[in-house]
């Protein structure tokens, strides 16, 4: 591979809009969608802006890595479900944990009080029904104009695509999983 | 779109092979490939884990947001160059802080003393031939089996892409950017 040269000159137009809160979506099937919208998380930290984080697939005692740093920052991070939907044995009460969960994090998207909401796999709950995708959209069309959310996980509707504002696909090209490797504690949890 | 059902059984065979340091690649034109780089510095420290961040086109004087936030925690963020290339003057300068940068990033691979080492954005230093790609390669293969390396940046050479254990590319759907909304601190920086 030959080496390139560096633009000399900036790349892209600066553009002339206005700023307002970002509907931002993290979806395909490679790693990376969750962990970005830690470090976007962490990022607005930060800059001092309030940000708060719901999990839709996490159980509310996880402890896994993301949970112990943020909460060394002070950045509130809630599970809000029964854990992966393969364990639960009870798929009533996990419908019912992501209704109830979706209703706190509306509130904390429509409050006005966040730089930045992140839904975390709120894309499993959408699929499986749990959590109804018009109110969603209704909820994130109208939340007041600073708020950005950010949402993540497989298989996310086209509906919420077409009204995000970036929208980035994870896609797997490899995964050290397909070679027999285990999930590690700092790197998957 | 009709709900589908959760899946009732494990979606995937635990695999069995034996744990390891791992290299992992963030690439393509889309978001979030420093961003979910700093998420997974964000967990490893959360679980009591030594981690260091390089990057190689920032300042050593950038205060975004998760310079901020990583030196709240106690996590070394060093930035290695002289800015986008594009803003840069001196390109014989920029190549020689790549480097200079280039020699301390391996060194703290090698040492065997960091759970993750994060190379962020060091797919341009490799492109521009800054730092010697087959250097970089060796490193990776012969550091210490348990220490985790994560490299980002868009064009990402085959060569490191084959040597990977892990690659996503993270791929552009549509950015805010082409709707012409400028870029936003606390998201972006």
Redesign the interface.
């Known amino acids: 591979?030959p080496?390139?040269?560096?633009?000399?000159?900036?790349?892209?137009e600066?553009?002339?809009?206005?700023?307002?809160g970002?509907v931002?979506?993290?979806?395909?099937d490679?790693?990376?969608k969750?962990?970005?919208?830690?470090?976007?998380a962490?990022?607005?930290?930060?800059?001092g802006?309030a940000v708060r984080i719901f999990q839709f697939m996490k159980v509310p005692t996880a402890r896994?890595?993301?949970?112990?740093?943020?909460e060394?920052?002070g950045v509130p991070i809630e599970g809000l479900g029964d854990g992966f939907?393969?364990k639960?044995r009870d798929?009533d009460h996990?419908a019912r944990l992501a209704a109830e969960g979706w209703r706190r994090a509306r509130e904390a998207i429509l409050d006005g009080r966040h730089?930045?909401v992140v839904l975390d796999e709120i894309t499993?709950p959408l699929?499986?029904?749990w959590v109804p995708?018009q109110e969603v959209l209704q909820t994130l069309q109208t939340r007041p104009r600073d708020v950005?959310v950010c949402l993540t996980g497989r298989g996310c509707?086209?509906?919420l695509?077409a009204l995000?504002?970036?929208?980035?696909?994870?896609?797997?090209?490899?995964?050290?999983?397909q070679?027999?490797?285990?999930a590690?504690?700092?790197?998957e949890?």
Chains 1, 2 share one sequence.
Do not use: C, N
């Open positions: 591979m080496p390139e040269s560096p633009p000399t000159t900036r790349p892209y600066k553009p002339q809009g206005e700023r307002r970002l931002i979506v993290h979806t395909g490679g790693k990376g969750s962990t970005a919208a830690f470090g976007l962490l990022r607005a930290h930060g800059r802006k896994f890595g993301e949970h112990r740093a943020f060394a920052l939907s393969w639960s798929l996990s730089f930045l499993y699929r499986y029904g995708l950005h509707p086209p509906e695509i995000a504002d970036t929208v980035t696909e994870m896609r797997l090209v490899k995964h050290a999983f070679a027999g490797i285990p590690q504690r700092g790197i949890d």
